[in-house]
């Protein structure tokens, strides 16, 4: 026997019996992004790899343990799988002159890849929505990209499910002169790291400080706080921040040690975090990356955004019963004898025209088999063609769910009676 192809570990299908789920989701996120002004950008899954190292930086995991990246056969270019998608979206923004003479807010969505062990809420090929606010310096984009996630969890029923916590990176400069005093501070503690804490105590300091090993817990929390190198400037941006925030009704937490995986945030950071999913908290995280779009080769732009993981959205929604039930379609047409096939399709394509949605059977079986089916798909009526109906133009409609008599009627009063009882039910 031939042997079967496996999907890639980690690299997911997604099946019918939960599709529906992630286009409910995916539905409304789409108003929501609307009821915002944010408009819908699309880039390619494949970039060079040179974006992601610039952007993301090369002391990071994911770029120095997690990209898929391959050499092209046609021209010797290194390309990668994109991890994350705010670099490919400033790319798309710059070649493309979008931020002339003009600010934008971006929503984008679709697959990520990082070379990770699989685990709940983590996989390799996973999917996010990401936000990202472009032109926009002031602490009021900042508190609206918090208050719109906000208002998020309250459409989804996640309100109470999740907490926000919240941390200032201050400026490069600042974050410089705390660099120096954390090194010192970790350097005169290395017994106390582990070994993740070692390799990042000179390549990415900031990042030992977020770590998760209970051993190190008293080390980090004793560490230079950045807080205190803050200038004028990155501590008012701060305390505004704040300030709206309160205004706005959305509780927070200070967390001086949050600190996000990526380079180049600068300012306002946050995280969404739930206890529901065991190590895998994290479900929606950003904040701001002003000198970024330089970095890039543009002009001088403030910007902010936040990605969310669709994965552990979905399996914080499942795990709190909040998904829909898979939608039903509301005839199924069952038919059998001759000429009944053709017949069916004429009625079905009549009532889908009068905005009924129909399944028919096709191919031969028996009248019973066919009703376990139309039993099985949720339709709330059933329409029944044998000879009879062929010969006569008629139609058989037979209520599946709750009270109600089968009746025939001729073919051309169908729909009107189809739509009669769905309005009535």
Not at 116 to 143: N, S, T
Not at 176 to 194: F, I, K, N, P
Not at 224 to 244: A, E, N, V
Request: aromatic share 8%.
């Amino acid at each position: 026997m031939t042997e079967k192809i496996q999907a890639i570990r980690g690299m997911n299908d997604l099946l019918p019996a939960d599709s529906h789920h992630w286009e409910y989701v995916e539905s409304l996120l789409r108003t929501w992004l609307s009821d915002y002004g944010y408009k819908n950008i699309r880039m390619p899954i494949v970039e060079d790899t040179r974006l992601f190292v610039r952007s993301i930086g090369e002391a990071t995991d994911i770029v120095e343990k997690e990209m898929y990246t391959f050499t092209d056969s046609l021209n010797g270019d290194s390309l990668t799988l994109r991890p994350e998608g705010t670099a490919s979206c400033l790319r798309a923004v710059l070649q493309n002159n979008l931020l002339y003479n003009t600010t934008q807010r971006l929503w984008y969505t679709g697959p990520m890849f990082r070379h990770e062990r699989p685990q709940k809420g983590r996989y390799r090929q996973f999917h996010q929505v990401g936000i990202e606010a472009l032109g926009f310096g002031g602490p009021d984009i900042d508190a609206e990209l918090v208050m719109m996630t906000a208002d998020l969890w309250q459409r989804l029923g996640l309100a109470e499910n999740l907490r926000l916590e919240i941390n200032t990176l201050g400026s490069s400069a600042e974050r410089a002169a705390h660099r120096l005093a954390l090194v010192a501070y970790l350097e005169a503690h290395q017994d106390s790291l582990d070994e993740d804490g070692k390799r990042r105590l000179y390549t990415n300091p900031l990042r030992v400080l977020d770590s998760k090993t209970p051993s190190m817990q008293a080390v980090c929390e004793a560490a230079p706080k950045l807080l205190d190198f803050l200038g004028d400037d990155s501590r008012r941006h701060y305390d505004d921040w704040r300030t709206m925030l309160t205004a706005v009704g959305v509780r927070f937490t200070e967390n001086p040690r949050l600190v996000r995986g990526l380079d180049y945030y600068n300012l306002s950071v946050f995280e969404w975090i739930t206890s529901d999913l065991g190590a895998q908290g994290t479900v929606c995280g950003g904040g701001r990356y002003d000198g970024l779009i330089e970095q890039m080769g543009g002009k001088p732009t403030p910007a902010i955004g936040f990605a969310m993981g669709i994965e552990r959205l979905m399996l914080l929604l499942q795990e709190k019963a909040l998904l829909p039930a898979a939608p039903a379609p509301d005839v199924f047409i069952v038919n059998q004898g001759e000429g009944a096939a053709c017949y069916a399709l004429t009625l079905a394509q009549a009532l889908r025209q009068a905005g009924v949605s129909v399944v028919q059977h096709c191919g031969e079986a028996s009248f019973k088999s066919q009703f376990k089916k139309a039993d099985a798909s949720g339709a709330r009526l059933a329409v029944v063609i044998g000879d009879t109906e062929v010969q006569g133009r008629l139609a058989v409609l037979k209520p599946l769910r709750g009270e109600g008599e089968q009746r025939t009627l001729a073919a051309s009063d169908l729909p009107a009676a189809v739509a009669a009882l769905l309005t009535a039910a």
